[in-house]
T-cell receptor, first 115, second 114 residues
Framework: DQQVKQNSPSLSVQEGRISILNCDYT??????FLWYKKYPAEGPTFLIS?????DKNEDGRFTVFLNKSAKHLSLHIVPSQPGDSAVYFC??????????????FGPGTSLSVIP | NAGVMQNPRHLVRRRGQEARLRCSPM?????VYWYRQLPEEGLKFMVY????????ESGMPKERFSAEFPKEGPSILRIQQVVRGDSAAYFC????????????FGPGTRLTVL
């Protein structure tokens, strides 16, 4: 039972254009959402997060949008750069349930930014 | 300022052998999480430990898997009598605080069971 879904296994974007990565979740109790970026042979690195009390969080070229009613979030990367090519994991946790972050990951979307 | 260290990076075992995976958290971090990534899947939570305590092992298979985080030394994920289905990448993460704190991941150990 996959609680965090990323329905696009891969995405290709031209350098300089916008990359939009989508994520859906099923557990309405999730109240904290994260995006991680992963290069081959490395561990995931934290990119950006958003609390359920917000609908948008921005950090430089990266913006995460949260639509709670649709149980959907998206990561926008503008402008996309070749170095952004990596696997992006959407993740979520229910911080009310546990005092620690038991993070549930989606299956990932592989982004390729074409020069 | 070393990050999370995991060793070995690659481990090959034959069916029935034991696998020991080690994780040294970042300096100042006393909270450790283990995750497993099967091919074409996301990371799956296995266990959360604090020094000398297992807090949540709800993601660990009931048999053959165990984890510890002793007072001194690295956290150890131990898999006894490995089977081919145990082949995966195992990632360790650490955080400074119990909750509301970013988890920093190690590079992972890729276990291959022949």
């Amino acid at each position: 039972d996959q609680q965090v879904k990323q329905n696009s296994p891969s995405l290709s974007v031209q350098e300089g254009r916008i990359s939009i990565l989508n994520c859906d979740y099923t557990n309405s109790m999730f109240d904290y959402f994260l995006w991680y970026k992963k290069y081959p042979a490395e561990g995931p690195t934290f990119l950006i997060s958003i609390s359920s009390i917000k609908d948008k969080n921005e950090d430089g070229r990266f913006t995460v949008f949260l639509n709670k009613s649709a149980k959907h979030l998206s990561l926008h990367i503008v402008p996309s750069q070749p170095g952004d090519s990596a696997v992006y994991f959407c993740a979520a946790s229910d911080r009310k349930k546990t005092s620690y972050d038991k993070v549930i990951f989606g299956p990932g979307t592989s982004l390729s930014v074409i020069p | 300022n070393a990050g999370v260290m995991q060793n070995p990076r690659h481990l090959v075992r034959r069916r029935g052998q034991e696998a020991r995976l080690r994780c040294s958290p970042m300096k100042g971090h006393s909270h450790v999480y283990w995750y497993r990534q099967l091919p074409e899947e996301g990371l799956k939570f296995m266990v959360y430990l604090q020094k000398e305590n297992i807090i949540d092992e709800s993601g660990m298979p009931k048999e053959r898997f165990s984890a510890e985080f002793p007072k001194e030394g690295p956290s150890i994920l131990r898999i006894q009598q490995v089977v081919r289905g145990d082949s995966a990448a195992y990632f360790c993460a650490s955080s400074r605080r119990q909750g509301g704190d970013e988890q920093f991941f190690g590079p992972g150990t890729r276990l291959t069971v022949l």
